[in-house]
């Protein structure tokens, strides 16, 4: 009898380890994630834009577009018709911050922006938009500019004009 119940308590002490395990596993990946996903610009509107937008989609989801206040308007509007308790000042708080911070000549997510973005951003053909995306998912996310200036179907000196709006 003594024997079963230390085999008893062994088996629980290692579906319990097992379970401890699968949780560390799981914080860690979700910590990576977050690591690795790229800070949000800091201005009026971003927490209520983060509360309110990411209850739908990744907060970064804006980080590779490059629109004029309209569009976000009407982005915003669309996304938040079925959201009666989104109050028309938070509505446009998350506009605010959406038109100062991704608007048209701002910052070139080029890690996050999908091709379309970065064909309107880089102003590059749509074949090459769509070789830089496939290339960046084949290997890996861009570290430098000397990064973006070693493929040869992107203009060196044109990365080098657009690197003061270009993040890594």
């Keep these: 009898m003594g024997l079963t119940v230390i085999a008893e308590s062994r088996g629980l002490f290692f579906r319990f380890r097992t379970i ?3 949780i560390a596993f799981a914080v860690s990946a979700v ?6 996903e790229p800070a949000l610009p800091d201005g009026p509107g971003k927490e209520t834009f983060t509360s309110v937008c ?10 590779g577009k490059q629109w004029t206040r309209q ?3 009407s982005k915003v509007t669309e996304m938040l018709q079925e959201e009666p308790d989104v109050t028309r000042e938070e509505r446009a708080a998350i506009v605010e911050y959406l038109a100062a911070n991704f608007k048209p000549g ?10 379309a ?3 309107t951003a880089l102003d590059i053909s749509a074949k090459d938009a769509a070789e830089l ?8 996310e861009f570290k430098t500019l000397d990064d973006l200036k070693k493929l040869p179907f992107l203009n060196a000196a044109r990365m080098e004009s657009l690197k003061d709006r270009i993040v890594f």
Excluded: F
């Design 117 to 119: 973005d970065l064909e």
């Design 71 to 73: 569009q976000w308007e």
């Design 54 to 63: 990411s209850l739908c989609h990744s907060p970064t989801a804006p980080m």
């Design 106 to 115: 701002g910052k070139i997510y080029i890690n996050q922006a999908k091709a």
């Design 133 to 140: 995306v496939r290339y960046r998912g084949d290997n890996g």
């Design 20 to 22: 401890l395990l699968v």
């Design 31 to 36: 910590l990576a994630r977050a690591a690795s």
